[in-house]
């Protein structure tokens, strides 16, 4: 069988993603060293050819998204994750994440955040316990090294698994800039900020999906805070820590697994938030915002179609009974 070029489809809103993200691979090259760019090529290399070898056969190009779910994919990864690790999880994430639902923009969940999750729980050692530290031995930081010194007590490696094992916080500065360490792309919560207006200005993300998690996160945040409970930080500490911005900002604004109604994306990215803070204080898991995600994905479908009936509803009980009142 002859095999022909790869081709694929121009997605311009995709494009946009990218041109959002370079900040946040250049400074993920900062702190933790060329690595990363060896990392994105393969793991994007293994995500085209488990996305084209279903479309192969019908001659349907491949979706540009597939680099962009790639690329996400790695920001979500310690820097240390193997090329194999990354490799397995890519290649699930586009296989059962996407394609087994029928391929681009049929898929009910984020095929980045299916992968993550997938290597999470089957090889946790590289996504829990192998940290590295930031490079900061430089000025010109790891744009002279390949890859950072590895964090030899794992209790204190992120700033959530610090919090979590002894109750301290890291310095604000740190966490706003990145000098920490944690995933490749989660660290630098002032580059996430700025991508996330880049995209709303652009149009490229809808507002309520990122602000609802935003204040999601807020208000579970201060229930528990006035509640007194210890295993919530305080709302700054939880949002410049761990990846609530960066899951806020290019998760959950996923266009084709977040609801498509207003209404259900303020209720979808409220319960995104939510549900990270209780994860992050009562669960085994540092993190929480991986889960909560797919969870809000299970109910997108569900949310649309609530609010669709509850407006049909508002529309028939608004609109007047015209052989009624002929009859009357």
Known sequence: MKIGPI???????????????????????YYFGWRVIPLMISTSFFGVMAEWS?????????????????????????????????AVGIIFGIVFGK???????????????????????SFPKFLTIEWTAPIRDSIFGGFTRYIGPTIDTVSTATPMLTFRSTGQMMEYSDLLFGNISGSLGETSAILIILAGAYLLYTKTAHKESMLGVLIG???????????????????????????ILFSAVFMATDPISAPKTKEARWIYGIMIGS??????????????????ILIGNSFAPLLDESVKALKAHKKAKATPDKGGAANG
């Open 54 to 86: 279903f479309k192969r056969s019908t001659g349907k190009p491949v979706s540009e998204a597939v680099f962009v779910t790639s690329i996400l994919f790695v920001l979500t990864l310690p820097p240390k994750t193997p090329y194999w690790v990354a």
């Open 275 to 292: 549900i990270t803070v209780i994860i992050r204080g009562f669960a085994l898991f540092a993190g929480g915002v991986m889960f909560a």
């Open 99 to 121: 394609e087994v639902f029928g391929g681009f923009g049929r898929n009910v969940f984020n095929p980045a955040l299916v992968g993550r999750a997938f290597v999470y729980v």
């Open 7 to 29: 081709k694929f489809m121009k997605q311009d809103l995709m494009r946009r993603v990218i041109y959002a993200l370079i900040p946040i691979i250049l400074a993920s090259i």
């Open 217 to 243: 996160f807020l208000g579970m945040t201060l229930v528990f805070n006035v509640l007194s409970i210890s295993q919530v930080p305080n709302p700054i500490f939880g949002f410049l820590s761990g990846g």
